[in-house]
Structure formats: C-alpha cells, structure tokens
C-alpha cells in the first residue's frame, strides 16, 4: 500500500498535543511497543552532562487544590484551548519540551504560584 508522506506529515501538523498524546497511545497499544531510554555511560560523564544542561522540559506533576488557576497558567504557557489545558491539569506530564533554563524556571514559578507540583527535568 503506497502512502503520500508529505500529506500524512502534514496531517500530523494541524493535530493538537492531545490528540497526539492519543494518537500515540494508541500505536503503543496496537502494537505493543513502549519507549525505552538507551543506557548512558558511566555516572562521572553523566554528572557532568547535567551539569552542563541547557535545555529542560516542564513537566506538571500536579495540578493541587486551585486547578482553575493552574488551568489558565497552562493555557498562557502552551497556548492550548481550555479542553485540552484541563486535559493537561487532570493527567499531568510534560508541558513544554526543550525550554531554556531562564524560561523553564520562570514557567515553573508561575505554575507553582498558581498551586501546581512542577519539575524541570
């Protein structure tokens, strides 16, 4: 079965991350896959590395007590729509990939000063 790749990319394009998150869970399902990290040398390089981090994720851990609040922090950050911000609230996870450590910190704080449990990673 022959497929176009340009159009099946740019379908994946106009898809929200919720309906990504969804769309991977379920090719995790159908096929019985899962993601694994590969193993990393030894702990003295690896603490180097961390060390040296540039680049972090924000990952929501929980939403706490005031999740109205925390809702219209995740929308100012992500730019989702309030379905899909409270999705985020309820299951938590990562919010932004690959931030800088300035803008990872200043995310973490607001999130946090609206109620949230937030991790750099």
């Known amino acids: 079965m022959a497929y176009d790749k340009q159009a099946l990319i740019d379908q994946?394009?106009?898809?929200?991350?919720?309906?990504?998150?969804?769309?991977i869970d379920g090719l995790k399902e159908t096929w019985g896959v899962t993601?694994?990290?590969?193993?990393?040398p030894a702990a003295g390089p690896a603490?180097?590395?961390?060390?040296?981090?540039?680049?972090?994720?924000v990952v929501l851990v929980?939403?706490?007590?005031?999740?109205?609040n925390v809702i219209k922090e995740i929308r100012a950050i992500t730019g989702l729509g309030l379905k899909e911000a409270k999705d985020m609230s309820e299951k938590g996870g990562v919010l932004k990939e690959g931030v800088a450590k300035d803008e990872a910190e200043k995310m973490k704080a607001q999130?946090?000063?609206?109620?949230?449990?937030?991790e750099l990673k």
């Open 12 to 23: 994946l394009g106009t898809l929200t991350i919720m309906e990504l998150a969804d769309l």
């Open 35 to 40: 993601a694994a990290v590969a193993a990393g």
């Open 47 to 57: 603490a180097a590395a961390e060390e040296a981090k540039t680049d972090f994720d």
């Open 62 to 68: 929980d939403a706490g007590a005031s999740k109205i």
């Open 111 to 118: 999130l946090e000063a609206a109620g949230a449990k937030v």
